[in-house]
Nanobody, 126 residues
Framework: QVQLVESGGGLVQAGGSLRLSCAAS????????MGWFRQAPGKEREYVAA????????YYADSVKGRFTISRDDAKNTAYLQMNGLKPDDTAVYYC???????????????????WGQGTQVTVSS
């Protein structure tokens, strides 16, 4: 089992930045790719970004490309999501998730992720 705990959310003005962290415990996440998803009020949870096991490849939803950066530090068993240029539309609960390497080709599909955090709220005011 892998336990994931997100932190770093909060209230920020439009144009501001936040850095989310996803701390893993229970098992090293070096054998997992990591992803971030978000769910806005009244909307379905959506894909935000993913990073492969080595950190050499990253992927982003079009809505965040150029503004968000996903990274990982396996020595700290932690993944990050640096969010710059935040917009009110980025307001959501953000979740990190771990996906087994064998399923990484299906990283856009939430069903392929094996472990999930509890989420952290990000609110962007206009």
């Amino acid at each position: 089992q892998v336990q994931l705990v997100e932190s770093g959310g909060g209230l920020v003005q439009a144009g501001g930045s936040l850095r989310l962290s996803c701390a893993a415990s229970g098992r090293p996440v070096s054998n997992y790719a990591m992803g971030w998803f978000r769910q806005a009020p009244g909307k379905e949870r959506e894909y935000v970004a993913a990073i492969n096991w080595s950190g050499s490849n990253t992927y982003y939803a079009d809505s965040v490309k150029g503004r968000f950066t996903i990274s990982r530090d396996d020595a700290k068993n932690t993944a990050y999501l640096q969010m710059n240029g935040l917009k009110p539309d980025d307001t959501a609960v953000y979740y990190c998730a771990a996906i087994p390497l064998a399923r990484f080709l299906g990283q856009l599909d939430q069903a392929n992720y094996e472990f999930w955090g509890q989420g952290t709220q990000v609110t962007v005011s206009s």
